[in-house]
C-alpha cells in the first residue's frame, strides 16, 4: 500500500536532540530552540546560584564562639550545623567566631562564619585535654561570647563539658531544639525537656539546617597565644598512657571511621575479611547478606539496622535500597563497587566503580599488601 504524507506532516519541524540545551531548576533537560551551537554554557550560567547576602552588615559588639575540631583539614556536617546554629541566633551586631582545632581550608565564610580563628593542631597520639582547655579560655578572653556552640560528640563534646567545669558556665547537652532564649533535649518517652539558653550549648545531629540563605564574612585572623599559660599547664594531673591498639570486631559500627561493607554481589567472604584487616576497616552489611546468613544481625547496615557516619563508606555488591541508603545518609564519602550502573546506591556515592566485586577486592588488597612491604618515603 502507497502511503503519501500530508502537507502538514512535511512541514512539521522536528527537534534535533543535540541541539544546546539548558539544565531546568527542577532539572530535566530543555532543548533550546533557535540557539546556536556554543550557546550552551551561556544558557546554563543562567541557572546558576544566586550569591548569597551577608548576615549583617553592621559593625559587631557582640560574639558567639563556636569550637570545633578539623578532621584531616576538613569540617563534616555535623560542624557546619554548629556554625549555622550560632549564626541563626546572632543578632545583626554580633559576629559568629568559629575556631578550629587543628586547623581548616574550608570556606567557613560560605558556613556563615565571620571570623575564622585556625587553632594548632594537638597531639593525635597523645592526651591532652588541658592543652584543649587553656587555647579555648584565652578565646573566650578575647572575644568574650554571649554563648559557646560545640557538637556533642567526641572531642567537641568532651572539650564542652570540661569547660563547664572548669569556668563554671551552664551548659546543656545533646540540644536538638534552639530559640533566643531557650534550649530543648528529647528525654525517654519523646518528651521535650526545656531549659533557659545555657551559655555552653552541645549539640545533638540536625539541630539546625547548615543550608543557610546568607553568609558570612569569612575573616580569618591570627589570635596570638600567651606562651606563658602554655608553658605552666598543669600536665601532672593527666597521665597519658600512649595509645592501645583494639580489634576492630570491638569497634561499634556507629563510631568506625572506615567501613567495608557488603551486599549481595560480594560473595568472596574470606578476600572480603583479609581486605578489611588489611585496610583497617571495620566491617558491615546489607540485610540480604545478612538474610542469608554471612553477616551476624549487628553487622546490619539501614533503616532497620546501624545508621553510620563513617568518613569513608566502601559498598562492594550494594545495591542500594531505600532502607540501607538511610542508614549511610551521614556517610562523609560513599564509594560503591558494582556491576550495574543504574543502581539506586550509584546516586548516593561519591564515586563508583562500575567492576566485579572479587577482582576489585583481590587488586585492592595486593595493592594495599605492596603499600605496606614498602620503605617509608621521605621527601627532599
Given at each position: 500500500m502507497e502511503h503519501h504524507q500530508s502537507p502538514d506532516a512535511a512541514a512539521l519541524r522536528r527537534i534535533d536532540p543535540r541541539r544546546p540545551y539548558l539544565i531546568a531548576a527542577s532539572g530535566l533537560k530543555r532543548i533550546i530552540l533557535g540557539a546556536q551551537d556554543g550557546?550552551?554554557?551561556?544558557?546554563?550560567?543562567?541557572?546558576?546560584?544566586?550569591?548569597?547576602p551577608l548576615r549583617s552588615?553592621?559593625?559587631?559588639?557582640?560574639?558567639?564562639?563556636?569550637?570545633?575540631?578539623?578532621?584531616?583539614?576538613?569540617?563534616?556536617?555535623h560542624a557546619r550545623e554548629a556554625i549555622a546554629a550560632a549564626a541563626l541566633l546572632a543578632d545583626a551586631q554580633t559576629a559568629v567566631v568559629v575556631a578550629v582545632f587543628g586547623a581548616t581550608t574550608d570556606d567557613l565564610g560560605a558556613a556563615a562564619a565571620d571570623i575564622v580563628v585556625n587553632l594548632p593542631q594537638l597531639p593525635s597520639t597523645h592526651f591532652f585535654p588541658e592543652l584543649a582547655l587553656v587555647l579555648a579560655q584565652q578565646l573566650i578572653a578575647r572575644y568574650q561570647p554571649l554563648h559557646i556552640f560545640l557538637p556533642d560528640r567526641h572531642a567537641d563534646g568532651d572539650l564542652g563539658r570540661r569547660l563547664a567545669a572548669r569556668t563554671g558556665r551552664t551548659v546543656a547537652a545533646d540540644i536538638v531544639e534552639l530559640s533566643v532564649d531557650s534550649?530543648?533535649?528529647?528525654?525517654?518517652?519523646?518528651?521535650?525537656?526545656?531549659?533557659p539558653l545555657p551559655q555552653i550549648i552541645l549539640l545533638a545531629r540536625h539541630a539546625a539546617?547548615?543550608?543557610?540563605?546568607?553568609?558570612g564574612h569569612g575573616q580569618v585572623e591570627a589570635v596570638p597565644m600567651c606562651a606563658a599559660s602554655l608553658a605552666a599547664l598543669p600536665l601532672a594531673q593527666v597521665r597519658d598512657l600512649g595509645l592501645e591498639a583494639s580489634s576492630l570486631d570491638q569497634v561499634a559500627l556507629e563510631e568506625a571511621d572506615l567501613i567495608l561493607s557488603g551486599g549481595n554481589g560480594m560473595r568472596d567472604m574470606d578476600t572480603f575479611i583479609a581486605l578489611a584487616q588489611a585496610l583497617g576497616a571495620v566491617t558491615g552489611a546489607s540485610r540480604v547478606a545478612v538474610d542469608d546468613g554471612r553477616f551476624v544481625r549487628a553487622k546490619q547496615i539501614g533503616a532497620s539496622g546501624k545508621t553510620v557516619q563513617a568518613s569513608a563508606y566502601l559498598a562492594l555488591g550494594i545495591s542500594g535500597a531505600v532502607q540501607h541508603l538511610q542508614g549511610i545518609k551521614d556517610c562523609r564519602h560513599v564509594i560503591a563497587v558494582n556491576l550495574d550502573e543504574s543502581a539506586p546506591?550509584?546516586?548516593?556515592?561519591?564515586?563508583?566503580?562500575?567492576?566485579?566485586?572479587?577482582?576489585?577486592?583481590?587488586?585492592?588488597?595486593?595493592?594495599v599488601r605492596q603499600a605496606r612491604s614498602l620503605p617509608p618515603c621521605t621527601l627532599p
Open positions: 550557546l550552551r554554557d551561556v544558557h546554563l550560567s543562567r541557572h546558576a546560584e544566586k550569591p548569597k552588615m553592621q559593625t559587631a559588639v557582640r560574639h558567639m564562639l563556636v569550637l570545633l575540631h578539623s578532621e584531616r583539614g576538613t569540617l563534616d556536617d534550649a530543648a533535649r528529647i528525654v525517654p518517652g519523646g518528651q521535650y525537656a526545656r531549659c539546617d547548615a543550608k543557610l540563605p546568607f553568609v546506591i550509584v546516586k548516593r556515592a561519591n564515586l563508583t566503580l562500575v567492576e566485579d566485586t572479587q577482582a576489585l577486592m583481590q587488586a585492592l588488597l595486593e595493592l
